[in-house]
């Protein structure tokens, strides 16, 4: 089993930054791949980034590219999302994921965190 546990959302104007935070702990965590996906409401679930053991960050959709970046320590096991000049389309909730087969959609990530809302006002 992972538990994932985020942190670090809120209500920023449009333009600001958040760096969420996902803090894991269970067995083997090395061999998940790890990444967030967002969702808003009335819209359907959106991959914003995923990471591995180590390496840089992939799989940004062209929604956050060059404004998203995912990293990730490993001692212990924590993955980050700092999401720059935020917009108001940005808003969703932005949930951590684990899972043992790399994958660019959700349906493959045994694992998700509880959530955290994040809010661009305009």
């Known amino acids: 089993q992972v538990q994932l546990v985020e942190s670090g959302g809120g209500l920023v104007q449009a333009g600001g930054s958040l760096r969420l935070s996902c803090a894991a702990s269970g067995r083997a965590l090395r061999t998940y791949f790890m990444g967030w996906f967002r969702q808003a409401p009335g819209k359907e679930r959106e991959r914003v980034a995923l990471?591995?053991?180590?390496?840089?960050?992939?799989g940004y959709p062209d929604s956050v590219l060059g404004r998203f970046t995912i990293s990730r320590d490993n001692d212990p096991t924590t993955v980050y999302l700092q999401m720059n000049s935020l917009k108001p389309e940005d808003t969703a909730v932005y949930y951590c994921?684990?899972?043992?087969?790399?994958?660019?959609?959700?349906?493959?990530?045994?694992?998700w965190g509880q959530g955290t809302q994040v809010t661009v006002s305009s």
């Open positions: 994921v684990a899972g043992l087969t790399f994958s660019k959609t959700s349906d493959q990530y045994e694992f």
């Open positions: 990471i591995g053991w180590s390496g840089p960050g992939i």
